[in-house]
């Protein structure tokens, strides 16, 4: 089991049981999963469904094993069950073909709106479940994405992928994207606090339908995060 970037362990795993198995999960409030066997998580037909983590800690990869997204697509992949996922690699991937010859630093910010362009028109667009990559580290886009979801009528499910600062720091050598100390170093810290306010009972509001953490083990062994049909219970 990680421990939330290199801090204390995860206030409620004393209580859970060792490693067990669960074939179908459809969360519905916090769920801490680290170290557990889990074959499926599944959510509801139009859910907003926000992959988290620290810059390097395998959101990417995340997407492309549960929903097929790829490394050089610029544009929103095409996930299972009528979803869209939105990397914002897609948006990174379609601006660098056009002004990839400037310092990235000039045009990141740029990157980072149309990201969320991206978001908010997917939300209102599309019929069935949107996924989207985000840090969860700065309450602001939070309360940004609660509040497009809640206006499209949409549940926000969220999935916090939780490795060691360590493991976050050698997968953004790995995927040659390395942000400066202190901001990686502020992003753990706002990560910290996220886990450690789940873990005392203390739901950052605005509160999403559920949380889930993950570890990259669950990464390689959940083989399904899917939803229910159109109309139906999860």
């Known amino acids: 089991m990680n421990p939330p970037l290199d801090g204390p362990p995860f206030a409620a795993s004393e209580s859970r049981p060792p490693l067990a198995e669960f074939p179908v999960i459809a969360p519905d409030s916090v769920h801490d999963l680290r170290g557990l066997l889990v074959d499926e998580l599944r959510y509801p037909a139009t859910a907003a469904l926000i992959v988290a983590g620290v810059p390097g800690a395998g959101k990417s990869t995340a997407l492309r094993v549960f929903f097929g997204a790829t490394a050089d697509a610029d544009q929103a992949a095409k996930g299972p069950q009528g979803s869209v996922v939105l990397d914002s690699n897609q948006t990174r991937n379609w601006w660098r073909r056009r002004v990839g010859r400037l310092p990235y630093p000039l045009w990141r910010p740029v990157v980072h709106i149309a ?11 599309n019929a069935g479940p949107v996924v989207i990559h985000d840090c969860a580290t700065f309450g602001w886009t939070r309360r940004l994405l609660a509040r497009w979801a809640t206006g499209y009528r949409r549940e926000v499910h969220v999935i916090l992928l939780d490795v060691p600062a360590t493991a ?60 229910a049909a159109q109309g139906s219970d999860v």
């Open 168 to 227: 976050a720091r050698a997968g953004q050598f790995a995927r040659g994207r390395r942000i400066n100390g202190p901001a990686f170093t502020l992003h753990c810290y706002r990560w910290r606090r996220l886990i450690r306010e789940l873990g005392a009972g203390h739901v950052p509001q605005p509160a999403p339908a559920s949380t889930v953490i993950i570890d990259r083990t669950n990464v390689d062994r959940i083989s399904r995060v899917g939803f």
């Open 115 to 125: 990201h969320f362009v991206r978001i908010r028109n997917a939300l209102r667009d």
